[in-house]
């Protein structure tokens, strides 16, 4: 019988968070070990499962934590628009504890989420490669900036190999017209994390991670080999809101100013 457990000790931040349950439930079955981590406390489910309540905040409890471990996908964080500090801390301070504690333990490769905040003010007219320069739509897009500026750090400095997956809007189905463009399935999500995880000879990489919508304004032409599977097209008859004009921001209203004003 083959070994189906390919991808050896995997750690997982963020491991009781939306994404994290789902990647968890995927990956169970294709790591030797899958050591949780979470501020909360997160229950071990299966045998190839081990918890560990920790605060990304806590280095050298980090750094144990990755002992032996093969790989890191980091969801850990703050999902989204918070005050300057708070939104710093944990993702910034955050993300430079997961690489510094994954170089310390020679970490083959690094997963880090950012998000498509990070260039959240470009036009919904224009198709966007994560090549082109940021332009964060708040706060939170800011700290992921910052999340892809340490992943690039780490690997030119210290030859980490870091992949960033700018996440859309993960969503069991889309719930509004911006959606249509940004929905990440729960699919296509552990389809882009499964990918990140296997590329072969990815120093430095940000990608993407949004389904094969039909109205996505990102270019997914460098997916890890990863091809799309749904398609946020197929709820537009559900969803409500109006159609973006073609110079409005893809942030949609997290690009307005007081999404961030009442953080300040
Ligand atoms: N959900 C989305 O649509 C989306 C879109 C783009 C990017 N992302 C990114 O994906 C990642 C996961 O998002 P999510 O939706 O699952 O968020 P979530 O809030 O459901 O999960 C985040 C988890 O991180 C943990 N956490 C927060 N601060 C921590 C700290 N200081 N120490 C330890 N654990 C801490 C929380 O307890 C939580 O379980 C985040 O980095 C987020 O920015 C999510």
Known sequence: MTNTRNLGRVVLTGAAGRIGTVVRAALRDEAEELVLLDRVAVDPLNPVERARQLDLLDLDGMIAAFDGADSVVHLGGIPDEAGFAEVMEANVQGTYHVLEAARRQGVRRVVLASSNRAAGFYPVSELVSPARPPRPDGFYGVSKVAVEALGRLYADKFGLS???????????????????ATWLSPRDCVGFVRAALTAPDASFTTVYAVSANTRRY????????????????????????VEPAPDSPQGGVYA???YTLRHI
């Not at 859309?168 to 249509?180: I, K």
């Not at 990102?218 to 409500?240: C, H, I, P, Q």
Request: proline share 2%; glycine share 8%.
């Open 256 to 258: 307005e100013a007081a």
């Open 218 to 241: 990102w270019d997914t032409s460098d997916a890890l080999g990863y091809v799309a599977v749904d398609n946020a097209e197929m709820f537009a008859g559900k969803v409500s809101g």
């Open 162 to 180: 870091v992949v960033c997956l700018r996440i859309g809007s993960f969503e069991e189905e889309p719930r509004d017209t911006r959606h249509l």
